[in-house]
């Protein structure tokens, strides 16, 4: 799995627009990125995944460079309950059948 | 929504003392995990588990740990000879055909005294 550089922590305020920023240079070719979130004393949770460009679901948007070497999880209108910490993980899809490896993510704080 | 239940929700055991926690996967579901997360500390990868054997396993899962999946099921861990900085908060996750999407349940809170 390719390595992933994310910042430790932010704050944000409720309502707000929040991007978390993850930095993967030595991205390889067949390699996806995905994102999950983790509540206190909760089971990850799969966010959302893609290999280039722009994702959107209903929880959050993904923004993918065109040389895909960093990746944006944006999470629109903040509330308290998405304090919480959010991973970015990068590998192919053998890598993520066999193992999924986490790093310590970025602890996001929302502020009322 | 189909979800990954694990029992017990907490466990406490005395030093020495063998555990077992099982954990019942999403029911069409192939590829099966498990991890643990020592308090204030990261995710951390055990094993997993495919087509009936271990697809790979970390450094931390040595002879004291081993998983079996005894039916169609339930996919359990079993922690031999627990010691104090086994407690921990161990979780099993599940994933189909989207690779990357796996499914947490829970989690099962070891307290080891």
């Known amino acids: 799995l390719a390595k992933t550089t994310q910042p430790i922590s932010m704050d944000s305020y409720e309502g707000q627009e929040v991007n978390i920023t993850c930095s993967h240079n030595n991205i390889a070719t067949n390699d996806y990125i995905t994102w999950y979130q983790q509540f206190p004393s909760q089971g990850p949770r799969f966010i959302i995944q893609?290999?280039?460009t722009k994702v959107t679901n209903e929880v959050a948007s993904l923004f993918i460079p065109a040389d895909r070497k960093s990746s944006t999880l944006s999470l629109p209108r903040v509330s308290l309950s998405d304090t919480a910490v959010y991973y970015c993980?990068?590998?192919?899809?053998?890598?993520?059948?066999?193992?999924?490896?986490f790093g310590a993510g970025t602890i996001l704080r929302v502020k009322s | 929504e189909p979800e990954v239940t694990q029992t017990p929700s907490h466990q406490v055991t005395q030093m020495g003392q063998e555990v077992i926690l099982r954990c019942v996967p999403i029911s069409n579901h192939l590829y099966f995990y498990w991890y643990r997360q020592i308090l204030g500390q990261k995710v951390e990868f055990l094993v997993s588990f495919y087509n009936n054997e271990i697809s790979e396993k970390s450094e931390i899962f040595d002879d004291q740990f081993s998983v079996e999946r005894p039916d169609g099921s339930n996919f359990t861990l079993k922690i031999r000879s627990t010691k104090l900085e086994d407690s921990a908060m161990y979780f099993c996750a599940s994933g189909g055909y989207s690779a990357g999407e796996l499914f947490f349940g829970e989690g099962s809170r070891l307290t080891v005294l």
């Open positions: 993980l990068v590998g192919d899809r053998a890598e993520y059948g066999n193992k999924l490896v």
């Open positions: 893609g290999y280039k």
